[in-house]
């Protein structure tokens, strides 16, 4: 009697089960339905800033043609030496190694006739009066391939510290005029980003090569750079109640 009593036990069971599984799905899924949230409002602010450009490179090169790669080189190499040599020890300006290459000259039937090689030095400086007198100095060593102004790390930073609050000023000004032209009496933040665009810099006329030249006027005349765009966004979403 008790194995016939447990044998319909197991069977029962057997038969419901099924019913309690198919019926386990349903209920999960209407417990994952989140109802949307409402009031919700994402918006955008910025600020902007014209910043100074505080800091110059000027780049100097020698040109020069050779029978053979090697004795290139090393006329190169001493050109090079020679105004590294000139640049160090002057106070406010850092000299660096710039581009460096040697490519053949090829005759009409297509043999290798010369060597010609081109060597940089880079100077730097956020002292423009030291920089634009030593280039000129070195007329005689190399000459004024480029000039290009930027902004250096420590000024852009302090750029973005004074116009962070001016961007979220505006942030909350949207939210709360948004807030009022819908109906609510006010807002809570619910997520907020704050970044930095970086620098964005504005064209400025360089001079030529030519026309600093040899002559050394490029001592009498005063290097000046532009602007650079420092941007701030401020982003998120508030909750209007």
Not at 96 to 121: H, L, N, Y
Not at 129 to 150: D, P, R, Y
Request: aromatic share 4%.
């Amino acid at each position: 009697m008790m194995k016939k009593t447990a044998r319909a036990l197991a069977l029962a069971f057997a038969c419901t089960a099924p019913v309690a599984l198919a019926l386990a799905p349903p209920v999960a899924r209407a417990q994952s339905v989140m109802p949307q949230p409402s009031g919700v409002l994402s918006l955008n602010a910025q600020a902007s800033a014209e910043v100074p450009q505080d800091v110059v490179e000027i780049t100097l090169f020698y040109e020069q043609e050779a029978s053979d790669p090697s004795t290139l080189t090393a006329t190169l190499n001493q050109r090079a030496d020679a105004a590294m040599q000139k640049a160090r020890g002057v106070s406010g300006v850092t000299a660096r190694s710039g581009a460096f290459s040697i490519f053949p000259s090829t005759d009409r039937d297509g043999r290798i006739s010369a060597w010609r090689g081109r060597t940089e030095v880079v100077l730097e400086s956020r002292d423009f009066a030291a920089a634009s007198k030593l280039a000129a100095q070195m007329a005689s060593i190399m000459q004024v391939g480029n000039v290009h102004f930027s902004l250096s790390p420590e000024a852009q930073r302090a750029a973005e510290q004074r116009i962070t609050g001016d961007a979220i000023k505006s942030f909350r000004e949207q939210a709360a005029a948004s807030a009022q032209a819908f109906g609510f009496s006010g807002y809570s933040i619910r997520e907020v980003n704050v970044n930095h665009s970086g620098a964005m810099p504005r064209p400025v006329m360089m001079m030529s090569a030519r026309a600093m030249g040899a002559d050394a006027k490029m001592a009498q005349m005063p290097l000046e750079g532009g602007t650079t765009t420092v941007t701030v966004n401020v982003s998120g979403s508030v909750q209007m109640k």
